[in-house]
């Protein structure tokens, strides 16, 4: 029955990276931009999450929107005022300049907040199913996580936006020649990339403790959900993230947890090696 538990942690820990690095995904997807902003945005996210929590006793559902929504516009106004005047350069130089926003964005955060672990802790109980016990904080965090993936693919298929992001993110020529505005769309991707940082963030406060010691882990994270599932796409993003944290639950209780984070590594490697597009990634795509 162990593995039982085992299961129940990865899945958890799974929905956790997916809606982690769907945004990650996308950005990378439509724009072809690395952001390297992104593990960042996701602790600015937890941290204001937390501190209108322990200040105000907001709720951090009730905070979740909020924070989202203004992740979202830092991410609108980065791209639009900064990033979108270099989007047509070569990936280096748009790699180096979300890389330089991290280090002022992670250097604020260190002067306002410090470096200090927080976790929200609502002591809602657990769930026992036989041998099996998860923290409701955690099928909390489970449930939404996934709500918001799944929202942002209906978002993609269904909305007028969503269809435009897709038809950039396939041949952004030929949507220019229909009358998209592609700079407009860019800012737009970007900015649902940040908010739904924003909103990992504020599920991850829930359920471990969130630190800025934590962005280049959460980075590494997004990048090997995009190679695992394949780049720019929703269920890619959701299939990644739930082997991922499959694999590394049952390597930590294997292997122990100090090596679970080297065996998801070594599984991105081989991917790299065997299936470069990842799992459901289509070939040729760029």
């Not at 593995?3 to 990378?28: E, P």
């Not at 923290?135 to 969503?162: E, K, Q």
């Not at 890619?236 to 998801?264: C, I, K, M, R, T």
């Amino acid at each position: 029955m162990v593995y039982l538990q085992v299961l129940a942690n990865g899945l958890t820990l799974g929905a956790l990276y997916a809606c982690l690095a769907v945004g990650f995904s996308l950005v990378w997807g439509v724009l072809n931009v690395i952001n390297m902003l992104h593990g960042s945005m996701i602790i600015l996210g937890g941290y204001l999450t937390y501190f209108a929590w322990l200040h105000w006793q907001v709720h951090p559902l009730v905070a979740l929107l909020p924070v989202s929504a203004l992740v979202f516009l830092l991410g609108w106004v980065l791209q639009a005022g900064l990033v979108n005047r270099l989007v047509h350069r070569p990936v280096l130089t748009t790699l180096t300049v979300t890389f330089g926003l991290d280090l002022v964005l992670y250097n604020a955060m260190n002067v306002l907040f410090d470096a200090t672990p927080r976790r929200i802790t609502l002591d809602l109980g657990t769930l026992a199913l036989g041998d099996v016990v998860v923290a409701w904080d955690r099928i909390l965090a489970f449930a939404l996580a996934l709500a918001l993936t799944g929202l942002l693919y209906l978002v993609l298929r269904s909305s007028r936006a969503g269809r435009a992001i897709v038809a950039v993110r396939m041949d952004r020529d030929a949507a220019a020649l229909m009358g998209i505005r592609i700079h407009r769309v860019y800012a737009m991707t970007f900015a649902i990339g940040a908010g739904l940082a924003g909103a990992c963030g504020a599920l991850m406060a829930m359920v471990f403790p969130v630190t800025t010691n934590l962005s280049g882990l959460l980075l590494d994270k997004a990048f090997v959900v995009c190679v695992i599932g394949g780049l720019g796409t929703v269920p890619g993003a959701l299939v990644g993230g739930l082997v991922l944290g499959l694999v590394e639950s049952f390597a930590g209780h294997w292997f122990g947890p100090q090596n679970a984070v080297l065996v998801g590594f070594l599984l991105m490697l081989g991917l790299l090696m065997t299936r470069p597009t990842g799992l459901l990634g289509r070939r040729g795509y760029e």
